[in-house]
């Protein structure tokens, strides 16, 4: 029953931190990148269900990254496992972006924006997890 309660818990920061950067991505896009770079124009965001839609899949993502983070540093303490893990969840995300826009046929420079900031929000998460470990919020698995 501990173990599923650290799973929670790191699952729940994973979730929230995700969904901070999502937040903090789409306010950037927004009101930077989409009003200073013509080219970038198209991550303009308005709210609507397509927003709706893209921010709970984004912190459903962020809850299973942090069930699966905690798993990897109970696993291995090599550092390259824990980037590599990272890396893996940004890139699944990113790569769907940048597929998108390969068979729309539109530019693909709003796309390789969006393919970035997945891997910058799964290590934003990474971070939080991190530090919610070394602050005892969240145990690593026991080894068993």
Known sequence: ???RLESLKAAIIGGLSVCFAFT???????FVLAKY?????FL????DLHLWVS????????LLFGVT??????????PQLKAGGVLAFGLVRGLTQIELAWNSHTIIWPFLV??????????????AL???IQLRWVKPFSSV
């Open 1 to 3: 029953m501990a173990e």
């Open 24 to 30: 903090l991505s789409i306010l950037l896009n927004t």
């Open 37 to 41: 770079f013509q080219t970038l124009a």
């Open 44 to 47: 303009q965001s308005d709210v």
């Open 55 to 62: 921010g709970a899949v984004a912190t459903f993502t962020g």
């Open 69 to 78: 983070y905690r798993y990897i540093i109970r696993s291995d303490k090599n």
């Open 114 to 127: 969006l393919a970035g900031e997945s891997v910058l929000w799964f290590t934003l998460a990474a971070l």
């Open 130 to 132: 991190n530090v919610a």
